[in-house]
């Protein structure tokens, strides 16, 4: 019999060795993060595919799953770690090595196979870990799921069969890059950087920009798990700084930034700007919407309010569905309304049929970069930008909040706004005209300018954006309100960045 784990061990002891150790916190909404070896170890690792195993067996689901890695030097090991695990409990592994998140997606269409565990900690720092999972493609786990195999795993519930195997498939990566490029050649001489801050998209993205028909300029495609100079993360200001510093040093045409897993993207235009990730959204669905009038965009509430208000979408009857921010949520969002993408303020960006399959794949976004300015001749990235309407926006902020506690202070100020809304009380001086609670609380004043505070799924962090249609110090103005009423919270710290 398999022990059941423990929330704490220490490290070099025998107890380390002996026993799983799997902090309970390491199960998010949307999959599943920890500190290597702090807070689970190999141990811990493999109750963690028995769990995945026992799950997919219940939920009746076809055994097959696809297993790949990322680019970190304890990514394979607990890979083989999860994989003795799922195999214990009946499942059928099918290993395409090291991999992007979107090529094991990729690899649940292409092999058949329903499951995917794909072991990656994304942009988190180096020293994190995590898998992405999923037993329904191209969907992955939401909260329900994650609570069930949270359960399983800490209660040692296992239901351990036969019937498992191992395969692993040799020259997969080809076959995901061939299938991203069967598409025609772009017919602009562009000049692209591909930015991959030491990570896993450095062995993938620039041939696959080069494939197209871009002039590539690489920048850290090299692989470094040590991530010597800035993590892989298109949110994180050091890499657009880098973009947009190698973007006016060579006068390319943009600048693209994959994260550490390859299913994020970030644009920095052609003067060196960076474009928060809602506002290429938007332009994406402008260009989308020529060749698809009528489509329906999902976009998380973190983004840009221009999905709903932008007079050139409204003019193709284009419809805009806010909803919970994390690729899970937004993925299965976009499959349910059958929509024609999905578009996080994060980068993750999910084009479903005709354009892709539903899941999120930072290249196949860069190539949709691409493509729209190949059919705008005679247009900049910067001009696509300058004619969206005017809004001034932050960037995503994170003030530190225990895992333990994050999510109670967010139901805090939820209920704050509420009572504020309720009361008729100002907020930035301005009577509330909406509240969306989908997914923390959203409030939007009278000229439209908003603020968000959520939890984040990821990190012992809160989630802050706030944006004014109106001017940049409406948007300072709502930044303190919003952070008025966190610091009512004695659990809130300080900030990663702010305005």
């Not at 269409?109 to 999923?134: E, I, Q, R």
């Not at 800490?154 to 239901?159: D, G, K, T, V």
């Not at 060579?250 to 003067?271: I, Q, S, W, Y």
Request: hydrophobic fraction near 40%.
């Amino acid at each position: 019999m398999f022990p059941k784990p423990e929330a704490a061990l220490a490290a070099n002891t025998y107890e380390f060795e002996r026993l799983p150790l799997v902090k309970p916190t390491g199960f998010r909404e949307y999959d599943a993060r920890w500190l290597f070896p702090q807070e689970i170890n190999l141990m811990g690792v493999q109750a963690l595919g028995m769990g995945i195993g026992t799950l997919v067996h219940e939920m009746g689901v076809r055994p097959d799953i696809v297993t790949g890695h990322d680019y970190r030097a304890y990514s394979s090991s607990i890979k083989y770690a999860l994989v003795s695990g799922m195999m214990a409990a009946g499942l059928r592994v099918k290993d395409v090595g090291l991999a992007l998140s979107p090529m094991a997606y990729f690899g649940q269409f292409a092999l058949d196979c329903p499951c995917v565990a794909m072991v990656t900690a994304s942009h988190n720092d180096n020293g994190w870990t995590g898998v992405k999972m999923g037993a329904n493609r191209p969907l992955t786990f939401g909260p329900e799921e994650m609570g069930r195999l949270r359960d399983i795993v800490l209660e040692a519930s296992f239901q351990l069969r036969g019937g498992g195997a191992y395969e692993f498939v040799e020259n997969f990566a080809e076959r995901y890059m061939a299938d991203l490029t069967d598409r025609p050649r772009i017919k602009r001489k562009l000049k692209v950087v591909a930015a991959c801050g030491n990570g896993t998209a450095g062995a993938f993205a620039p041939p696959v920009l080069e494939a197209i028909g871009c002039e590539v300029i690489p920048l850290d495609a090299e692989p470094d798990y040590t991530f010597p100079r800035y993590n892989p993360n298109p949110e994180d200001l050091k890499m657009l700084h880098a973009i947009a510093d190698k973007v006016r040093e060579t006068g390319a045409d943009v600048g693209l930034g994959f994260d550490g897993d390859g299913d994020r993207c970030g644009v920095v235009d052609n003067e060196g700007e960076e474009i928060f990730a809602d506002k290429i959204g938007v332009m994406l669905a402008r260009d989308l919407s020529k060749l698809h009038p009528g489509s329906t965009f999902v976009v998380d509430v973190k983004s840009t309010g221009l999905f709903a208000t932008d007079p050139e979408l409204k003019a193709r009857g284009v419809k805009a569905d806010y909803w919970k921010t994390g690729h899970s949520y937004i993925k299965r969002r976009v499959t349910e309304l059958k929509a024609l993408a999905g578009f996080e303020k994060s980068g993750h960006f999910f084009f479903n049929t005709p354009v892709g399959r539903g899941y999120d794949d930072g290249i196949l976004t860069g190539i949709h970069v691409v493509e729209m300015l190949d059919r705008n001749p005679g247009k900049s990235m910067a001009d696509l930008y300058r004619a969206l309407p005017k809004t001034w926006g932050s960037p995503t902020m994170a003030p530190k909040c225990a895992d333990e506690v994050k999510y109670q202070v967010v139901e805090r100020v939820v209920a704050r706004f509420t009572e504020m809304q309720r009361q008729g009380e100002p907020v930035a001086g301005q009577p509330i005209r909406d509240l969306v609670t989908v997914n923390g609380v959203r409030v939007t004043v009278d000229d439209g300018t908003w603020g968000l505070v959520r939890a984040s799924s990821n990190k012992p962090e809160l989630v802050v954006v706030v944006e004014s249609p109106a001017s940049e110090a409406r948007m300072r103005e709502m930044f303190k309100a919003v952070d008025g009423v966190l610091r009512q919270n004695a659990e809130v710290g300080a900030y990663n960045q702010t305005i």
